[in-house]
């Protein structure tokens, strides 16, 4: 089942593939995509995939943890990322219903579903951005695998 992933706007770009070796983050992603058979995650697709950071949120403490690496498709990566997906969406970079129809597809919801569900991401993403995160990288933190 595809989960959205809210990360707040203060934490764009600080994850691991910035923050280590270009060398680190690909022998890091390619045995993410070897610990499911080359497919994704979500959909069960083979196709070319996507390292996935998947992140805890304690909204009290204002932490972040880093508690997964997962292997995704394209699509199940974009779902996912729906806020910066929407807006890429929005200047012509991707297709925004191809992203809906693929997120109904594998949760198996409506697209009435799909639309109650984003409202409720975007407006734990728009609270959520209003803070400066702590980031804990979890057993990642010092560039191991």
Known sequence: MIKFCLIPKSSWKKNLRHKFSRAWWDKTRHAVYQSNNLKCLYCGKACRLDAHEQWEFNDVLKLQTLVDIIPLCGMCHKSV????????????????????SHYCKVNMVSEEQFQIEYREAIAVYEERSKWTWYIDYGKWKFGTN
């Open 81 to 100: 990322h729906i806020v910066l997906t929407k807006s890429l969406c929005d200047k012509g970079a991707c297709y925004w219903d191809a992203i809906v």
